[in-house]
């Protein structure tokens, strides 16, 4: 039994593209702008953008043009040292493998994106996962007013701060246990950050 295709996986919206630089969409019968196409893409829709005179397949000009839209509104993506680079493989023997590469590339950052997206809403939404993330946090927070001055660690006999072998001494110790957990967790949360970038 065929299974039914939803939007994303329907066959890809033609949109045509007259002389005057008008976009008709051919599923809603409507003009369209270079702004509804880049929602389109945002949202995972398939379209192929032709020529309405001579039916050339033209969407990868028009996909370029949105990113130059999209970049001199200051949303920069591009840096100029990648730009240079990629200016400079025209040409070059390599030329035909960096597109394979440039979207692999992509595809493998994509994929990153979404499993920490996961993580973090496992983390901090339902179940035991975030009622320990929850604690963690508010032991971090306890833990930081505590300190008066960021960097310089307690001193015995001042005010506040336990003395060894006192009763408050051994539940600092247990927060101090529990503070080390808390760094650890953070600096493995940061290394996967920095992985992604």
Do not use: C, W
């Amino acid at each position: 039994m065929a299974k039914s295709k939803t939007a994303n996986e329907s066959e890809p919206v033609v949109i045509k593209k007259y002389a005057n630089r008008r976009l008709y969409n051919t599923e809603t019968s409507s003009y369209i702008t270079l702004d509804l196409l880049s929602q389109m893409t945002r949202e995972g829709r398939e379209f192929v953008v032709v020529d309405a005179k001579s039916g050339e397949d033209i969407t990868h000009n028009v996909l370029t043009q949105i990113i130059m839209e999209e970049e001199q509104r200051g949303k920069n993506m591009l840096p100029v040292n990648f730009l240079r680079q990629l200016i400079a493989m025209y040409g070059d023997s390599m030329q035909s493998m960096v597109p394979q590469y440039l979207e692999s590339s992509m595809e493998a950052f994509r994929k990153n994106q979404q499993q920490f997206q996961e993580a973090m809403k496992g983390a901090f939404g339902g179940g035991p996962l975030a009622e320990i993330a929850k604690r963690n946090l508010q032991m971090f927070e306890a833990a930081a007013g505590a300190l008066k001055v960021p960097g310089i660690p307690g001193i015995p006999g001042m005010p506040g701060v336990a003395t060894p072998g006192s009763p408050a001494a051994a539940s600092d110790e247990s927060k101090d246990d529990e503070i080390a957990d808390l760094k650890a967790q953070l600096a493995a949360l940061n290394a996967k950050i920095d992985k992604l970038d």
